[in-house]
């Protein structure tokens, strides 16, 4: 186990300056794939309402999956606060499919193969030697890019303005369910 755990070390501590956009910050637009093929933007989202946007690493991750299936169990209440759901890896349309399936997930998978979109939330990190040495991340990627995003979470509002950052090094600590539900309640009393 110590092997392991100093190897996630070196991972976090790769990741540890990327900090991510923040609360107040203007979500950037994107158009990007999804699972089919098709054409997902940021901007159109926003017209049904707030988007949570959760940056992944990809289908080959389990903390990532678990993230996503737990993140699915409680869609059905995220939907009835007036929230949409995207998530995005740097993984080719096909990898987003097989995590759509895997994971049973009733919301958008995207592709981010050049990793443009995960630059633009300033996610982009290089996890190391060691960690290449263990991994293919170019066989992985759709773009065959060396680098991840940092996990994060953003919840965006219709005004494109994030409301809500979740950011961290740590690939093993995410932005839950109640936490989301929370910050949704509190936009909507804000609204009110």
């Known amino acids: ?62 903390i990532c999956n678990l993230d996503l299936r737990e993140i699915q169990s409680h869609l059905p209440q995220l939907k009835s606060l007036g929230a949409t759901l995207i998530a995005i890896s740097p993984q080719r349309p096909d990898d987003a499919l097989t995590a759509t399936q895997k994971n049973e997930l009733e919301f958008e998978v995207l592709s981010d193969a050049d990793q443009e979109v995960i630059k633009a ?15 293919d991340l170019t066989l992985l990627n759709g773009g065959g890019l060396k680098t991840l995003p940092v996990p994060a979470t953003f919840i965006v509002n219709t005004n494109q303005i994030i409301e809500a950052a979740h950011v961290e090094a740590n690939y093993t600590e995410r932005m839950g369910p109640k936490e989301i539900i929370q910050v949704l309640k509190g936009m909507g009393k804000k609204a009110k």
């Open 1 to 62: 186990m110590g092997e392991l755990q100093d190897f996630q070390k070196l991972v976090i501590a790769n990741a540890s300056q990327t900090k991510g956009l923040s609360k107040g910050d203007i979500a950037p637009d994107f158009t990007l794939l999804n699972a089919l093929g098709k054409k997902v933007s940021l901007s159109e989202a926003l017209k049904s309402g707030i988007v949570i946007i959760k940056f992944y690493r990809g289908e080959w991750c389990p």
């Open 121 to 135: 939330y300033n996610l982009q990190f290089d996890p190391g030697e060691d960690y290449h040495q263990r991994r």
